[in-house]
């Protein structure tokens, strides 16, 4: 279980709002900022800026401890269980937020009964609160980005479990699996809510923004995963 202190969990939402609007900042601009008729002739599609923007990011979050470790099929099971844990703090409450069905929250519930996290211990994680009241559907969209191309590589990190969970055992995976078979073709279903965006500044600074910022407070709400009770 994690550390439960107020005063630490107040200092890591307000960190959590800054950092992302530093970073949310340097993006708008030049979406919403005139554009050239040269400009207009080789304007990238959203997913482009999209995964322009987010490319650091990304990039830092291979190198997280506890996703490298699965990625590399040597994380121990109370590691693995930390690492859900903290998962289901930021996915649980990510859903209500963005008015999804809960998905997520399910098969990370699944994964944390079978690794001894019932729901009374569940309820008492602390769960990220830093999540835009925004309502705009083009900036939910954006923050769907991240969750829904992450499902890409969690097929692959899912069989890096073999070793801990026992080959072509789903029990304790299935948050990594997720669709299974079927990952490809929700994600290009989520590809064709991205491209019916109308072609206007506003709209798509808005699914940037919504991608940047759930980026910020996923990477941050990861840090310190690991860390003991007090």
Known sequence: MY???AAKTCLLQTSLRSRSQSLVSETLATLTGPVSSVALLTQPTLLDTLRLSTAGVHERLHGHLGLAAVQAGTIDR?????????????????????RLA????????????????????????????????????EFILGARYVVEGSALGGR????????????????????????????????????????????????????????IETFAVFEQWLEGWDEPDE
Do not use: I
């Open 156 to 211: 692959s990190l899912a069989r890096q479990l073999d070793d801990l969970l026992g080959p072509d055992m789903m029990a304790g995976r299935q948050f990594f699996s997720g669709y299974g078979s079927a990952t490809r073709v929700v994600w290009c279903d989520f590809l064709m809510q991205l491209s019916a965006v109308p072609d206007v500044g506003t709209k798509r600074a808005a699914v940037v923004e919504g991608a």
């Open 78 to 98: 109370k590691a693995y269980r930390a690492l859900l844990m903290r998962l289901y703090g930021f996915h649980r409450p990510f859903e209500v937020a963005a």
């Open 3 to 5: 550390r439960s202190s």
């Open 102 to 137: 809960p998905q997520r929250t399910t098969w990370l519930e699944s994964d944390l009964e079978v690794l001894g996290v019932n729901a009374d211990k569940r309820a008492a994680l602390p769960r990220c609160a830093s999540f835009s009241e925004k309502a705009l559907r």
